[in-house]
């Protein structure tokens, strides 16, 4: 049921519906769970919920960027003359280097004490 696509451009409407759903109320959630351990308000300094959804997006996405990286390479080497819509222009080079960069960032979200319980759920999960 998740993987039924429109015709016109084989689009996965149900999971790309189904998961900004999921990531809503995960989002929701985790605000209402901050908002009651903290007991002052949704942003700002005592509730840094805004500051640590953004780390836990930044960290989803540098896995993503790694994970985009890896299946890139792979197709690469598997099926060299494979027909493809879009051509990276800067080749392996440039994979590998989005891919260093996206491997060193979830670190750099560790060295802010105030978004470094977001980056340990993200770690955790």
């Not at 149900?14 to 995960?26: P, R, T």
């Not at 929701?28 to 840094?48: Q, R, S, T």
């Not at 990286?69 to 080079?93: D, K, T």
Request: with cysteine.
């Amino acid at each position: 049921m998740v993987s039924v696509t429109l015709p016109g451009r084989q689009t996965f409407h149900v999971a790309l519906i189904d998961g900004a759903a999921f990531g809503y109320c995960v989002a929701i959630g985790y605000c209402v769970a901050l908002l009651n351990a903290f007991g002052k308000g949704w942003f700002g300094e005592e509730a840094p919920v805004g500051a640590m959804l953004l780390n836990m997006a930044a960290f989803g996405a540098m896995t993503a960027y790694v994970l985009q990286v890896i299946a890139l390479m792979r197709l690469r080497q598997r099926f060299p003359a494979i027909e493809r819509p879009c051509v990276s222009p800067l080749g392996n080079a440039g994979a590998i280097a989005v891919g260093i960069i996206a491997l060193g960032t979830p670190f750099v979200l560790f060295l802010n004490p105030g978004h470094r319980l977001g980056s340990y759920g993200c770690a955790l999960w």
